[in-house]
Nanobody, 123 residues
Framework: QEDLVESGGGSVQVGGSLRLSCVAS????????LGWFRQTPGNARVWVAA???????HVADSVKGRFTISKDNANRTMYLQMTNLNDDDTGMYYC?????????????????WGQGTQVTVSS
C-alpha cells in the first residue's frame, strides 16, 4: 500500500473549483500534521495548507479565503477544497504527512510525500 495517494486534480477555468483528496496509510496518518504543497517547474515546493492533529487549520496568505483544508480521521483522508481558482494556483499539488507546523512554517518534516496531482487553471 502506498503511503499517500492524491486524487482530484485536473484542468479548470479561472474562477472554478476543485477538491483534492489524499488517502493515507495507517503508518503515515499519525498524530502529526498533514499538509498540501504546490510546486511549479523550476521552483521549490511551497506549502499551501496544513492541518494539525487536533484539526486546527492553517492556510497560506495567497489562498486564504479560497482554499479550505480538512480531514476525515475515520477514512484517513485529507482534503483541499479550492475555490475561485486563478492562474497562480496552477501546479503539482503534493500531499504531505508526519510533520510539525508552528508559527507559520514547518519546523520538522514532513517526512512522507505523495506522488502529486496536477492542477491547471486556464483563462
Amino acid at each position: 500500500q502506498e503511503d499517500l495517494v492524491e486524487s482530484g486534480g485536473g484542468s479548470v477555468q479561472v474562477g472554478g473549483s476543485l477538491r483534492l483528496s489524499c488517502v493515507a496509510s495507517r503508518r503515515t496518518y499519525s498524530s502529526y500534521c498533514l499538509g498540501w504543497f504546490r510546486q511549479t517547474p523550476g521552483n521549490a515546493r511551497v506549502w499551501v495548507a496544513a492541518i494539525d492533529n487536533d484539526g486546527t487549520t492553517h492556510v497560506a496568505d495567497s489562498v486564504k479565503g479560497r482554499f479550505t483544508i480538512s480531514k476525515d480521521n475515520a477514512n484517513r483522508t485529507m482534503y483541499l477544497q479550492m475555490t475561485n481558482l486563478n492562474d497562480d494556483d496552477t501546479g503539482m499539488y503534493y500531499c504531505a504527512a508526519e510533520g510539525v507546523f508552528q508559527d507559520g512554517g514547518w519546523v520538522w518534516g514532513p517526512n512522507y510525500w505523495g506522488q502529486g496531482t496536477q492542477v491547471t487553471v486556464s483563462s
